[in-house]
């Protein structure tokens, strides 16, 4: 049976808003965690049959088709070639998906997923912004089709989350409690060193800058995004710059090159749904997943999810009846941020990396995504 396997998996620290990694190009910071993966495993270059990068908001320097420009910023071959993925916050989830399925149909050997952002040089939504230099004011204003569908409510992550909050009947006290974990949780994993062999240091940046102590009385003191809505700006993820990298390879790689796999994918998929709501499609993507591969999540040894809100998560364990000491137990990106498109391999690394830790056998993960879609990959340690 062909099989799709993780070799390894690396990352930079996480920087903050206008921190340690806000003056580096972003084609640096993934030639950094490129050049890592390469030196690790001891690969040849040469024998990468393509990089596969996520990005989001590809103008200035993350435009051009960045998984290429990274590449060749390493010091690569010119003649591996490389594509740039735009799933939303997924991007490099599906990067590793769309290389494990080049793996699986026995069309490619070795590649190189990952992804990259630099939210302090190029923020969110700023290919909206250029935009509407051209006349768009949204990117579904003017669709005859949308506007038949949806109408010309407003669409964006702030209400999606504010509507799931609602949907869910969670408090603004239970996503405070949320958040104030998830930094708890990842102050925890920097102390122990669990995030050691996943992190490449870039200069003196040796440590993800996002944590920091907090209390739910000062988050209690915050004004809420919208007028009597729940959210307020401690229960979102961070805006971040990072970048992130894992090296699938086949059986046949696995032998020419002698390495060492350290997982499997075992699973991966993508769902929709509502994009109003836009973040809740982690919901049904679970349920495919489990559905697909007979596993229930009683199974599933560890999970992260992606913390672009916490009634994101908190919405989904109380659909899926996860066990919430399972999951995102480092932190999540409420306290160690969200890098847009590299987010996807940051996880993927540091499940593999806690699934290895504590001995568990499978992980899963799942990101919401702009436009109501989410990924599932599910991963067993080997």
Known sequence: MTEAYIVDAVRTPIGKKNGGLSGVHPADLGAHVIKAIVNRTGIDPAGVDDVVFGCVDAIGGQAGNIARTAW????????????????????????VHFGAQAILSGTADLILAGGVQNMSQIPIASAMMVGQQYGFDTPFGGSTGWVERYGDQEVSQFRGAELIA????????????????????????????????????????????????????????????????????????????????????????????????????????????????????????????????????????????????????LAWIKE????????????????????????????????????????GRYGLQTICEGGGTANATIIERL
């Open 72 to 95: 060749l910023a390493a010091g690569y071959p010119e003649e591996v070639p490389g594509v740039t993925v735009d799933r939303q916050c997924g991007s490099s989830q599906q990067a």
């Open 166 to 313: 609602d949907k869910w009947d969670i408090s603004r006290e239970e996503l405070e409690r949320w958040a104030l974990q998830s930094h708890e949780r990842a102050r925890t994993a920097i102390a122990e060193g669990r995030f050691d062999r996943e992190i490449v240091p870039f200069g003196e940046v040796t440590t993800d800058e996002g944590p920091r102590e907090t209390s739910l009385e000062k988050m209690a003191s915050l004004k809420t995004l919208t007028e009597g809505g729940r959210l307020t700006a401690a229960v979102a993820s961070q805006i971040s710059d990072g970048a992130s990298a894992v090296l699938l390879a086949s059986a046949e790689a696995v032998e020419r090159y002698g390495l060492t796999p350290r997982a499997r994918i075992h699973h991966l998929s993508a769902r929709g749904a509502d994009p109003i709501f836009m973040l809740s499609a982690p919901i049904p993507a679970t349920r495919y997943a489990l559905e697909k591969t007979g596993l229930s999540i009683g199974d599933i040894d560890l999970v992260e999810i992606n913390e672009a809100f916490a009634p994101v998560v």
């Open 320 to 359: 899926i009846g996860a066990d919430p000491a399972k999951v995102n137990v480092n932190g999540g990106a409420i306290a160690l941020g969200h890098p847009l498109g590299a987010t996807g391999t940051k996880l993927m690394a540091t499940l593999l990396n806690e699934l290895e830790r504590t001995g």
